[in-house]
C-alpha cells in the first residue's frame, strides 16, 4: 500500500498543471563539406516555478535529429507574484545530414482552469536545414517571441500583433495548430480571438462568463517570396511555392481575460508607452561584445504601474531608473554574430488586487561583427571610398554593421559621368535611419534614370546586405545631376 500511494504521487507530480506554453526557434550555425550541421535551438520554457523547465524536454519526432551535444539554460524573466516563470534553454544539435527533422514537447499539463478545455500540453518544430537556390544558405527559422501570460479585459477591444521576422526574409504567416500534425493536444482555438494570416490577435469586446485563462497554440510558418529549391546532401531537391511553407515552430502562451475594467482609453487604467520606447517591429543592430540599451517608459494615471515583463535572450538584463522608466541591456557573444534575437515586453500596473497590461511590443536585434568606433548620425554626404561607421541614431537604435565601398566611382574609356544622390534607409514601420550618398559613376553608354534605378542601385544594395546591412534594406533615387 506504502509503495502504491508513493507511485500516486509521483504520478500525480509529473502531471502537475503549471504549463503556461512554449515556443522554440533555431538557426543552422555550421555546415560541413561531408553535410554534417549544427544547429542552434532556442527555447522558451513557461511554467509557475523557475524550476519547473525541467519537466519538458524536445524529443525526436520525426526523421533524423541528430544528437544533442550541450544544452544551457537561464531564467529571463518572472512574474512579481509568482505567477509564472519564463525559462530559456539553447539547445546545440550535431546532425549527420541537413535533411529535415520534427521535434516534439509532449508530456504534462497546462495550467488548470483554461475555459477552451486545453488540458495536456504539445508543441512541435519542423527543422529545415536544406541548402536554398535564392540565398545557397542552410534556411532559418521565423524568430519570434512571446510572454507566458497576456492580460485583457473583457470590455475592451484589442490586438497583439505578434513579432514576425524571417532572416532569409520570406513571408512569415500565422495559424491555429493541427491535431493531425501533432501540433497540440487537443487544438481548440479560443473563441475570444480571431487570428490573420499575418499573424495579428484580434480580441473584442466579451461577456463576463468568457473571462479566464484561454491557451493560444499557434504554428508560425515562413514561405518564399518566389519559387525556390532546396537541395539535400545527397543531391535530393524538393520545389517550395509562395504556397508552401518551409519550415514550422510553436507559439504558445496564455491569454487571460480579466473582469470589466473602468475605462478602456490607454494611460488611465491600462499603462501606455511614452517615448524614448521604441516602436513595435523595430530592428536594432548591436555589435559583438558591445552592449545594446533599449529604454522602455510607459505611464498609467489611475493605477500604478508596478513591472516591467519581457521576453527575450536569457542574459538579457533589467534597471528601474523610475516610475514606469525601464532600460533592458543586452551584449551578444561572438556566436551570435550575424544573428537576430527577438524581444517582447509590456508593462504591467495594478490597482488593489487587479492587473492591468499595456500593448505588447516586439522588437528584433541583429549581431554585427567586430565593433569599431561610434559616431553620431548625421544626414551625411559619404565619398567614393568613405567607411560608414556604426551609428546611434538615438538613445534606443545602434546600426552596428560596418559598410565600405572599395569605390563608388567606375572609370570608362569614352564614358558619360553623371552625379547622382541615393539613399538607404530602413523599411517601413521601423525606427528610420537615413545615410545620403553622394555618388558619380561612369558608364560606356548614356546613363538615365532607369537603367540607374534597375542596373546600378540594385548592385549597390547586394553590396549593403554583402558587408551586413538587412535584405529589407531600401534605396532611393534622390535625384540625377546633369553633367
Not at 524568430?143 to 475592451?156: D, G, W, Y
Not at 528584433?364 to 551609428?391: C, D, R, Y
Request: net charge negative; proline share 7%.
Amino acid at each position: 500500500m506504502l509503495l502504491f500511494l508513493l507511485l500516486l504521487l509521483m504520478s500525480c507530480t509529473s502531471q502537475a498543471s503549471h504549463f503556461f506554453g512554449t515556443l522554440i526557434t533555431y538557426y543552422p550555425t555550421d555546415v560541413r563539406s561531408d553535410g554534417a550541421v549544427t544547429v542552434v535551438l532556442r527555447s522558451k520554457l513557461n511554467f509557475r516555478s523557475c524550476n519547473d523547465y525541467t519537466h519538458a524536454t524536445w524529443q525526436c519526432h520525426r526523421g533524423n535529429c541528430g544528437s544533442q551535444t550541450s544544452a544551457v539554460a537561464g531564467t529571463v524573466d518572472s512574474e512579481s507574484t509568482g505567477q509564472f516563470c519564463q525559462t530559456e534553454v539553447v539547445y546545440t544539435r550535431q546532425v549527420s545530414t541537413n535533411a529535415p527533422f520534427q521535434l516534439w514537447l509532449n508530456s504534462g499539463n497546462w495550467i488548470s482552469g483554461i475555459v477552451n478545455r486545453i488540458v495536456s500540453w504539445r508543441a512541435l518544430i519542423r527543422v529545415e536545414l536544406r541548402n536554398r537556390s535564392d540565398t545557397g544558405q542552410a534556411n532559418r527559422s521565423p524568430q519570434t517571441t512571446i510572454l507566458p501570460v497576456v492580460r485583457v479585459p473583457s470590455n475592451c477591444p484589442r490586438q497583439l500583433n505578434l513579432l514576425t521576422f524571417d532572416p532569409d526574409g520570406d513571408e512569415v504567416k500565422c495559424r491555429y495548430g493541427d491535431a493531425s500534425e501533432d501540433e497540440c493536444n487537443p487544438c481548440t482555438p479560443p473563441s475570444v480571438l480571431n487570428l490573420s494570416s499575418s499573424c495579428t490577435l484580434s480580441f473584442g469586446p466579451t461577456g463576463s462568463g468568457n473571462q479566464g485563462p484561454y491557451a493560444v497554440q499557434l504554428v508560425m510558418e515562413d514561405f518564399p517570396r518566389q519559387s525556390i529549391t532546396l537541395t539535400q546532401t545527397d543531391g535530393t531537391k524538393e520545389n517550395r511555392t509562395t504556397d508552401t511553407s518551409i519550415s514550422k515552430i510553436p507559439v504558445q502562451f496564455v491569454l487571460q481575460v480579466d473582469p470589466v475594467v473602468p475605462s478602456c482609453t490607454d494611460g488611465l487604467y491600462l499603462p501606455r508607452f511614452l517615448p524614448p520606447t521604441p516602436d513595435h517591429g523595430v530592428q536594432l543592430y548591436v555589435l559583438v561584445n558591445q552592449t545594446l540599451e533599449i529604454r522602455i517608459q510607459a505611464e498609467a494615471n489611475m493605477s500604478t504601474i508596478s513591472e516591467l515583463l519581457f521576453s527575450g535572450p536569457h542574459n538579457m538584463a533589467e534597471n528601474r531608473s523610475g516610475p514606469g522608466e525601464y532600460t533592458l541591456t543586452w551584449s551578444p557573444s561572438p556566436s551570435e554574430a550575424g544573428q537576430s534575437h527577438p524581444v517582447c515586453f509590456l508593462v504591467q500596473a495594478v490597482l488593489n488586487s487587479t492587473k492591468y497590461h499595456s500593448d505588447l511590443r516586439c522588437i528584433i536585434m541583429t549581431v554585427g561583427g567586430t565593433p569599431i568606433t561610434t559616431t553620431t548620425l548625421a544626414p551625411t554626404t559619404v565619398s567614393s571610398t568613405t567607411t560608414l561607421a556604426p551609428t546611434t541614431v538615438s538613445s534606443t537604435t545602434t546600426l552596428a554593421p560596418t559598410t565600405v565601398f572599395s569605390t563608388a566611382t567606375e572609370t570608362v574609356t569614352n564614358s558619360t559621368t553623371r552625379p547622382i544622390t541615393a539613399v538607404t534607409s530602413a523599411p517601413a514601420g521601423t525606427q528610420n535611419f537615413i545615410v545620403a550618398l553622394h555618388l558619380k559613376i561612369s558608364s560606356s553608354s548614356p546613363l538615365t534614370e532607369d537603367n540607374i534605378e534597375d542596373t546600378f542601385l540594385q548592385q549597390l544594395k547586394d553590396e549593403l546586405v554583402r558587408q551586413g546591412l538587412p535584405s529589407s534594406t531600401t534605396l532611393r533615387l534622390l535625384r540625377i545631376t546633369e553633367p
